[in-house]
């Protein structure tokens, strides 16, 4: 081993953990000393606070005479002594007879913390001191086991989604290298972190690791990360947000079939889009009564009749066409017309409570006793759902006492096969999804997970190069585990890595795919653009501390969308380098009238935006100011503009540029004519910034101009023309 890489005792029993970017040290008492990093000698650990490296939790006390001394509860006990034994930390802990080893494997760029063993001697599990009688256990009942506590400066930037604390000289993370991990901060103050990482019984102790890393600022913490997910076969996280693949606008598409690609390529191409998302019910059958009823079956709708063939034609004519396709679908939601759920619901859809039978349940009864508390039971009409064996019933309420029951059961519901339930059997609440009730939640500890991810991944395989994970946040708790793992059993399906992911939830292990973060829901047009600032906006800058974009969008597409809506947020977007995503609704895009100059916004921004300067983008994160872009004889040019005051059906934006005042304006929902108090001589009306002159009329001394698509009006000061403007009469 290299001298970079080590790790050592000091005469006086301290152990000294280092790379070449950092040496960590932590006393005998397992208490951290120092975490300086090389480069620089900058002392990166809150040195105020004594805090042990390791230590673990029970339920409870299960020594016999430290249950007696102190609480039976939920109890931390520290590491009290840590030594260096064949090349692994050996620790013992305050009021516990064993210990544990910790195996550390050091490379250049990161050091893992893995928990080898717990280490058990004869001594332990005694009942008592004076007894050599055991308690019938094998493994400690260690319910969490601290693999990692490190109380460290806060740092300009801290993304708390990786885990990281960051500025452009020094960067320290502690983050999972495995899903099974548990991630974590406290904040200390205003001033002080502390990065955690913990193996969790029931997920994963024995063989649950961490890393380390600690290096000089923003890009060398992605490169060691990057090391990292090299090593360990992991997605390839720092790869996708480097490769400049991230940033461009984006269709989605439910109306994507054979007979319609064309047209929808075509519109992409007029805005300019490079990425078209593909929503599940493109390609599968849905239910006339929509939702998510029929999530789960993926089987292929009648506008593919050729099933896979037919599907690598349409993404054929999609990447001939120079767009990449993607895939968005919900991986953890069953639907309640799908055949996992009727006749015979599948015994692996989630339980968020258990009940046993405390009478056997005939197939007339409608009252079903149960053993456990009612309490806190669904009240919710749609979430009022019970499983026993593979019936599911609906009830109408529940007795609060003893004999617990549940009353008014509806038999049979969601058309399930009534049967007979004996005495015993165990079975509970129904996860319904609180998002429209039209489906509901695999058990993660379960292989249905497994099974629907083939399902996904066949139909991505077939050509798909990213995908939108829906509906992540549907998952059973432990969430912190379940919902990035629930999206890995997916990820791990796919032959060719995704260009990107997004997703509707994150946690800290699907860092490492969910490259494009998420994607804010529809906004309407009479509140977008608050709503732009109130949340993506918000967030992007949030974001960029995890080295991540958010997108923008979905924007639905509306009748009534005006090309100022897509400037505002695609220039906000832009700001922050992140994406738009519009949602193409065939009839609405086709009806309405400001289509092409919408889509127009959409392709100008994503052409100008690689070339905005940072001084631009600080600009453009105003709050108050709007502003546009117009194209000129050779490129654009980016101007601040304000909204005009018109009469009703009419908007308009007022700029100057290069010493001149100009007003570009639209009809709202068709075209008519403006009459205005302006010397129609002097007047310009053009169909572009630098376009073809548009006809000025004379109508008994004020001038005349017709209106529709967006147009350029200049020719008077900036004064007589808000005034005008204000005055003006729609003919």
Same mark, same amino acid.
């Given at each position: 081993?290299?001298? +970079? ?8 029993? &301290?152990? /000294? ?22 480069? &620089? ?5 809150? =040195? ?10 029970? $339920? ?23 030594? !260096? ?5 050996? /620790? *013992? ?36 001191? %004076? ?52 991630? #974590? ?7 002080? @972190? ?20 600690? =290096? ?23 790869? &996708? ?73 349409? $993404? ?13 679908? $919900? ?6 017309? &799908? ?9 692996? !859809? ?19 006793? /149960?053993?456990?508390?009612?309490? #806190? ?45 004996? /005495? ?29 991810? #083939?399902?996904?991944?066949? !139909? ?38 995704? @260009? ?6 994150? =946690? *800290? ?60 947020? %695609? ?35 994503? +052409? ?11 600009? @453009? ?36 540029? +290069? ?67 204000? +005055?003006?009469?729609?003919?």
């Amino acid at each position: 081993m290299s001298e +970079e890489k080590r790790m050592y005792a000091k005469e006086n029993g &301290s152990i /000294v953990i280092e790379n070449r970017h950092f040496a960590l040290t932590f006393d005998k008492n397992a208490v951290c000393e120092s975490l300086i990093l090389k480069a &620089s000698g900058r002392e990166l650990l809150d =040195t105020d606070e004594r805090m042990p490296i390791f230590s673990l939790t029970e $339920l409870r006390p299960y020594n016999n005479e430290i249950k007696l001394m102190y609480p039976n509860k939920r109890t931390a006990f520290a590491a009290r002594s840590v030594s !260096l034994e064949n090349g692994a930390l050996v /620790v *013992h802990f305050d009021l516990v007879t064993f210990g544990a080893r910790v195996e550390v494997e050091l490379a250049d760029e990161y050091v893992i913390f893995r928990l080898g063993e717990f280490i058990i001697t004869d001594k332990d599990f005694c009942v008592g001191p %004076t007894t050599k009688q055991k308690l019938n256990m094998d493994i400690p009942p260690v319910e969490e086991f601290r693999l990692l506590s490190l109380p460290v400066k806060r740092m300009e930037n801290f993304g708390e989604w990786l885990n990281c604390t960051w500025d452009q000289s020094a960067a320290v993370a502690v983050i999972g290298t495995m899903p099974e991990t548990r991630i #974590d901060h406290a904040k200390r103050g205003t001033d002080g @972190l502390t990065l955690t990482a913990d193996a969790i019984r029931g997920i994963k102790l024995v063989g649950c690791s961490c890393a380390l890393i600690v =290096t000089e600022g923003k890009e060398s913490v992605l490169d060691a990360i990057d090391a990292l997910e090299i090593a360990l076969d992991l997605p390839r996280g720092v790869q &996708s947000r480097r490769s400049g693949k991230l940033n461009h606008a984006s269709f989605w598409t439910y109306h994507a079939y054979p007979e319609t690609i064309d047209r929808i390529i075509a519109l992409a191409k007029q805005a300019g889009a490079e990425y078209l998302l593909f929503y599940f019910t493109c390609f599968f059958k849905s239910s006339p009564k929509g939702g998510y009823r029929y999530c789960g079956n993926y089987d292929y709708n009648e506008h593919y009749p050729n099933g896979d063939e037919d599907v690598k034609a349409v $993404l054929k004519k999609v990447k001939d066409a120079g767009i990449t396709p993607g895939f968005h679908f $919900l991986q953890t939601h069953i639907g309640i017309e &799908s055949r996992y759920v009727t006749p015979i619901a599948d015994h692996r !859809l989630h339980l968020t409570r258990h009940y046993t039978l405390a009478k056997p349940l005939g197939m007339t009864d409608d009252v079903i006793y /149960v053993e456990q508390t009612t309490a #806190d039971a669904p009240m919710q009409e749609d979430c009022r759902v019970l499983q026993f064996g593979g019936e599911l019933i609906h009830y109408e309420s529940y007795t609060a006492e003893r004999p617990y029951a549940f009353l008014g059961c509806k038999r049979g519901h969601f058309e399930t096969n009534v049967t007979e339930h004996p /005495v015993g059997q165990i079975g509970g609440t129904l996860d319904v999804s609180e998002f429209g009730a039209t489906s509901v939640y695999i058990d993660q500890n379960s292989s249905l997970q497994d099974e629907i991810a #083939d399902k996904l991944a066949h !139909l991505y395989n077939l050509g798909f190069r990213y995908c939108y994970m829906d509906g992540s946040e549907g998952a059973n708790p432990p969430f912190d585990y379940h919902v990035s793992n629930a999206q890995y059993r997916v990820i791990k399906k796919l032959k060719e890595p995704t @260009l990107y992911c997004e997703g509707a939830a994150k =946690t *800290h292990f699907g860092w490492h795919w969910l490259s494009g973060g998420n994607a804010f829901d529809i906004f309407p047009c009479d509140t977008f653009k608050q709503l732009i600032l109130e949340f993506p906006f918000r967030e992007a800058k949030h974001m960029r501390e995890d080295f991540t974009r958010v997108n923008f969008g979905w924007w639905k597409y509306y009748v009534e969308t005006e090309p100022d809506i897509y400037e505002f947020g %695609t220039s906000r977007a832009a700001s922050w380098d992140c994406p738009i995503t519009i949602l193409l609704d065939l009839p609405e895009i086709e009806a309405n009238p400001r289509t092409k100059d919408n889509l127009e916004v959409v392709r100008r921004w994503e +052409e100008y935006r690689p070339s905005l300067t940072e001084e631009q983008k600080q600009m @453009l994160r105003s709050r108050e100011q709007e502003h546009t872009l117009l194209k000129l004889t050779e490129g654009y040019a980016l101007v601040p503009y304000d909204r005009a005051v018109t009469p009703a059906g009419i908007t308009a934006y007022t700029f100057e540029y +290069e010493g001149k005042a100009y007003a570009t304006l639209w009809h709202k929902t068709g075209a008519g004519k403006l009459s205005l108090a302006l010397d129609a001589r002097a007047l310009s009306y053009k169909d572009e910034f630098c376009g073809s002159a548009l006809p000025v009329a004379e109508e008994n001394g004020r001038a005349v101009i017709c209106v529709s698509d967006k147009a350029y009006l200049s020719g008077a000061s900036l004064d007589e023309v808000k005034k005008a403007l204000s +005055e003006a009469v729609l003919i």
